[in-house]
C-alpha cells in the first residue's frame, strides 16, 4: 500500500503546469529516447484504484476510500455536484494532484498498468491527459496552431505527423480556419474547444475532460461527442468525462457506463439506461427524456428507459396514434411585453472589428430593441460575438463605425463616462476570474459603494443585504480565490447588482456550475427581474431559456439572425442550424411527434401526454 507524501512538493511560483504536463520537460524527451514505451505492461483495465483517498493541504479529506476499475476502450461518465471530488478524482490519475497543489494521496493507482506513485508527471502524460475545465490555464502558446502542435512536438513525432495531427484536432473541434488567431483572444467556447483541440492532438490512451461541453453551443456539444465516439472506436482510447448535472443529455447518450460520485465517494454505477431507470436514488438531475418518461411511469408501461429524441418518438407514436386529435392545444400564450413603451436598450447599426492580426469583423450591424421589464436570452455559436455585443452594451468596447447608436436608459453610451453607464447598466463577466480581484468577499461586493463614496455604515448595511439576499453571508471573510465556481458566480453578480442598475447583462453565469448551483443562480437571477430589473442572459443552455426567458435573440457572425418568443424561435429549426442551435429536446421530441410547438420543457409535456393518456376521464 502506498503512502504518496508530496505536499512538500507544493508549486513555486513559476512552474508552469500545464506546459509540464503536455510534455515539455527534459526529463520527459529522456525517457523517451530510453525506450518509454517499453514501461508500458499490457492489461485490459485502464485505471484501477484501490483505497484511494486524497486530503487537502487545509486537511480536508475530499476523496474517500475509491475502488474503482475502469476498462480500457470505454467511455464513462462521472457526474456528481462540485462538491463530490469528481474532478479530484481524476487528477489524482495523472498525478496533477498532489503534485501541483500539496495535500495527501493515499491507496494505489494504477494506469495503464504503471504505478502512478513511481512515476512522474510528465512520464504519466502520454498515458493519460486531462483536459480541464479552465482553458486559459492549458493555453501555451500565443498562437493556436502553435498551441495544438505543442504536445505532439514534444513528443518527437515526425514533422508531417504533428500536421496531420493537428489538422484533425482543428478540424474536429471547428477551429479550422483559426491556425493565425492568438489564442488570447478567442472566446470563452473558442478557448474550450482549442483545450479539447489540445488533447486530441497528442492521442493519449486514456483521455479525461472536466465538463468539456460546459462553455460549447448546442451543436458544438453534439459535434466533440461525436469526436470522442469516433477516437474511441478508432484508437481505442478511454475517456473519463465530468459533468455536474448541466449536460447529462450528451453524457447519458455517449457512455457506455456512468459512474455517480458524492462527498468524496463512489455513491453508484452503471450502464446510462440503468441508472436512470428510475431505480436508484440518484441525487442528479436526470436526461429530459428520461425525467419525462419517469413522470409518466404511472401512465404507462415501457420495458426500459428512453434517453434520446428518436427513442422517444418510437414510443410516443405508438402512444398517441389515434388520440391526439382529443386534446386542444396546451398553448400557454407567449407573454409579449408591451411595445407602448419606449425601449431601455436602443442599438443602431453597431459594428466592430477587432483590430487583430489578423482582423476579426465580429459585429455586422447589430439593432435592436430591448424593452424595460424584460428578461431576454441571447443565443448563438461560439464565437459567434454575444460578448462583443455585450461589452459595447456598458461602454467596455466602442463601435467602430461612427455612425452605431447605442443608447441605454437615455445614456449616449460610447461618449459616456464608466461612472455614468454603471448607475444604468452593469456587466457580470462570462468568467467570474475575469471579474473578482479583492482578497475578501466582503471587500469585493463593497468596493462599487466604495468608489461611489458612500459612508461606512451605508455601505455595511447594503453589503450585509446584499449577502443576504444571495445567499453568501457565511462566505463573507473567505479568500475569493477558494471559492467553489457557483459561488464565484453568484459573487460576481453580487457584487454588480449590489451597484443597483436598471439593467444587468449577464454572461453565460451557469457555465462551469453543477446544476443545482445553476439553478440557484437562474433563481437569483429571476428575482431580480421581478424587482423590476431588465435582464440580458447570454447562455448556451436552451433549457435555461425556455424554462427563464419570455423572449430570445439568435446572434450568428455577427448579426440578428431570430428575434422572438422562445417557442416562435425554437420552431425555426432550419435558421437556427445555421447558428449552431439545436433547440431543448422535448421541444425536437414535441416538432417530430407533431404536437404543438409552444411545449418547451419537461413539464409542459408531461401535461400534455397526462391530458392525452388520461383519455378516458
Ligand atoms: N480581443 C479580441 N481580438 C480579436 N478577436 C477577438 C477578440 N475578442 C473576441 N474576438 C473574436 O470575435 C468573435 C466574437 O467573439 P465573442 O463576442 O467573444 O463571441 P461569443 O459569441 O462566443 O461571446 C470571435 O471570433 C472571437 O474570436
Ligand atoms: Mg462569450
Redesign the pocket.
Known amino acids: 500500500m502506498g503512502l504518496d507524501r508530496l505536499s512538500s512538493w507544493g508549486c513555486n511560483s513559476d512552474c508552469n503546469w500545464a506546459n509540464h504536463w503536455r510534455g515539455n520537460s527534459k526529463s520527459y524527451k529522456d525517457s523517451v529516447s530510453y525506450g518509454w514505451l517499453k514501461l508500458t505492461v499490457e492489461s485490459k483495465i485502464a485505471v484501477e484504484t484501490t483505497n484511494l483517498s486524497y486530503i487537502s493541504p487545509s486537511g480536508k479529506k475530499l476523496l474517500d476510500n475509491l475502488n474503482c476499475k475502469i476498462s480500457k476502450g470505454s467511455i464513462v461518465g462521472i457526474l456528481g455536484d462540485s462538491k463530490s471530488g469528481k474532478e479530484i478524482f481524476l487528477q489524482t490519475l495523472n498525478k496533477i494532484i498532489p503534485t501541483f497543489t500539496g495535500g495527501i494521496v493515499e491507496g494505489k493507482i494504477i494506469v495503464n498498468g504503471l504505478n502512478v506513485m513511481e512515476h512522474t508527471v510528465n512520464e504519466l502524460a502520454r498515458e493519460i491527459y486531462t483536459i480541464l475545465e479552465e482553458p486559459s490555464l492549458q493555453i501555451v502558446q500565443t498562437i493556436v496552431y502553435d498551441d495544438v502542435a505543442f504536445g505532439p512536438s514534444n513528443m518527437q513525432l515526425p514533422t508531417s505527423e504533428i500536421r496531420r495531427r493537428v489538422d484533425f484536432a482543428l478540424e474536429s473541434t471547428r477551429l479550422s480556419g ?1 491556425e493565425e ?2 489564442c ?7 478557448q474550450q474547444r482549442l483545450a479539447i483541440a489540445g488533447g486530441i492532438a497528442m492521442l493519449p490512451k486514456i483521455i479525461c475532460m472536466i465538463n468539456p461541453f460546459s462553455m460549447l453551443d448546442p451543436i458544438g456539444k453534439k459535434e466533440i461527442s461525436a469526436v470522442i465516439s469516433q477516437l474511441n472506436k478508432n484508437y481505442n482510447i478511454t475517456f473519463l468525462i465530468t459533468d455536474g448535472g448541466q449536460d447529462i443529455e450528451i453524457l447519458a447518450r455517449l457512455s457506455d457506463e456512468l459512474i455517480f460520485m458524492d462527498n468524496g465517494k463512489i455513491i453508484n454505477r452503471g450502464p446510462p439506461k440503468e441508472l436512470f431507470s428510475g431505480k436508484y436514488e440518484i441525487d442528479m438531475r436526470f436526461p429530459e427524456i428520461a425525467e419525462l418518461f419517469t413522470m409518466l411511469d404511472g401512465n404507462i408501461t415501457r420495458a426500459e428507459i428512453p434517453l434520446s429524441v428518436s427513442e422517444a418518438v418510437e414510443f410516443l407514436t405508438k402512444l398517441l396514434r389515434g388520440k391526439r386529435q382529443k386534446i386542444s392545444k396546451t398553448s400557454k400564450e407567449p407573454d409579449k411585453i408591451s411595445k407602448k413603451v419606449d425601449p431601455i436598450i436602443t442599438v443602431r447599426n453597431l459594428e466592430h472589428t ?3 492580426p489578423p ?2 469583423k ?1 459585429l455586422r450591424g447589430i439593432s435592436l430593441d430591448i424593452y424595460p421589464g424584460e428578461l431576454v436570452a441571447i443565443i ?12 459595447h452594451l456598458v461602454g467596455i468596447l466602442k463601435p467602430t463605425n461612427p455612425e452605431a447608436i447605442i443608447t441605454v436608459d437615455g445614456i449616449d453610451v460610447p461618449n459616456a463616462s464608466t461612472m455614468e453607464i454603471i448607475n444604468h447598466i452593469n456587466y457580470v463577466f ?1 468568467n467570474p476570474n475575469d471579474q473578482i480581484f479583492t482578497e475578501k468577499v466582503w471587500d469585493e461586493v463593497a468596493f462599487g459603494l466604495k468608489m461611489r463614496g458612500l459612508n461606512q455604515e451605508e455601505i455595511r448595511k447594503r453589503v450585509q443585504e446584499t449577502l443576504r439576499l444571495f445567499g453568501l453571508e457565511q462566505y463573507a471573510n473567505e479568500h475569493t480565490a477558494f471559492l467553489t465556481p457557483g459561488i464565484k458566480t453568484l459573487l460576481a453578480l453580487a457584487s454588480v447588482a449590489i451597484m443597483n442598475p436598471r439593467i444587468l447583462i449577464i ?2 453565469p451557469t457555465g462551469g456550475l453543477d446544476y443545482k448551483e445553476a439553478d440557484h443562480v437562474l433563481k437569483i437571477i429571476q428575482a431580480l427581474n421581478e424587482t423590476g430589473k431588465t435582464i440580458i442572459l ?1 447562455t448556451h443552455d436552451m433549457r435555461i431559456v425556455s424554462k427563464f426567458t419570455s423572449r430570445v435573440i439568435v ?1 450568428h457572425q ?1 448579426q440578428i439572425l431570430l428575434d422572438g418568443s422562445p417557442s416562435e424561435v425554437f420552431a425555426r429549426e432550419d435558421l437556427l442550424k445555421k447558428a449552431y442551435i439545436e433547440p431543448p429536446e422535448i421541444a425536437q421530441l414535441a416538432r417530430e411527434l407533431g404536437l404543438p410547438l409552444d411545449i418547451l420543457t419537461v413539464e409542459d409535456m408531461y401535461k400534455y401526454l397526462r391530458g392525452v393518456l388520461s383519455w378516458s376521464g
Open positions: 483559426y488567431r492568438n488570447y483572444t478567442l472566446s470563452g467556447g473558442e477587432y483590430p487583430g482582423p476579426v465580429a448563438g455559436q461560439n464565437g459567434g460575438g454575444k460578448s462583443t455585443l455585450a461589452l462570462q454572461d453565460e447570454i446572434i455577427g
